[in-house]
């Protein structure tokens, strides 16, 4: 399955302040990414679906003007966190959809906002 | 009601021991059926997929859907403390979108 990697691995910040976080497809090129936010014991939620050379499109409730997504290249997304505030403090996954199979995911970013 | 329900556990079984996982889902469109472990603090990684109704089997691992009643499992033979993980279902629709259960933590004794 595809490789996919996430930058940083986790983050602190302070209130108010912009986080961004790669998600990088190591081996394939990935016309679509996903985005994810997974709180504590709960399961993961879709929150974007980023699309290479356009806009992404987000899932209801989530606000697009907060959660900024870049999808420049077959390779990179960027998920920027804008004016964090503790309770954005998540676990954020991206994932990668190969051809005809299902998703593979990133190993996460945790980001902790004080 | 959620799109997929599944029971969080936890679930703790002796070494070697069958696992079971169960889940429903309440969409019929839904055509494609996922396993995937998460160890703590990492991403989810594939354990299982399929699409059509019946068994798949690969090492250890059982994956069953019957599309009739909307249910998937997972059976994981001679468990081992390293199968120890949460095991999230997830089934994807049309749009290549994907819901999740709420994952079931396991633990293995050795």
């Known amino acids: 399955g595809a490789v996919v990697s996430q930058h940083p691995s986790w983050v602190i910040c302070k209130s108010g302040t912009s986080v961004k976080i790669e998600c990088r497809s190591l081996?394939?090129?990935?016309?679509?990414m996903f985005w994810y936010r997974q709180f504590p014991k709960q399961s993961l939620m879709l929150m974007a679906t980023?699309?290479?050379?356009?806009?992404?499109?987000?899932e209801q409730g989530v606000e697009k003007d907060k959660f900024l997504i870049n999808h420049a290249s077959l390779t990179l997304s960027t998920l920027t966190v804008t004016s964090a505030h503790p309770e954005d403090s998540s676990f954020y996954i991206c994932?990668?959809?190969?051809?005809?199979?299902?998703?593979?995911f990133g190993p996460g970013t945790r980001l902790t906002v004080l | 009601q959620k799109e997929v329900e599944q029971d969080p556990g936890p679930l703790s079984v002796p070494e070697g021991a069958i696992v079971s996982l169960n889940c429903t889902y309440s969409n019929s469109a839904f055509q494609y059926f996922m396993w995937y472990r998460q160890y703590s603090r990492k991403g989810p990684e594939l354990l299982m997929y399929?699409?059509?109704?019946g068994n798949k089997e690969d090492g250890r691992f059982t994956a069953q859907v019957d599309k009739s009643s909307k249910y998937i499992s997972l059976f994981i033979r001679d468990s081992q403390p390293s199968d120890s993980a949460t095991y999230l279902c997830a089934i994807e629709s049309n749009d290549y979108k994907l819901s999740f259960g709420a994952g079931t933590t396991v633990t293995v004794r050795a």
């Open positions: 081996d394939f090129q990935a016309t679509t």
């Open positions: 994932s990668v959809r190969e051809g005809t199979d299902t998703q593979y």
């Open positions: 399929t699409y059509s109704s």
């Open positions: 980023s699309n290479e050379g356009s806009k992404a499109t987000y």
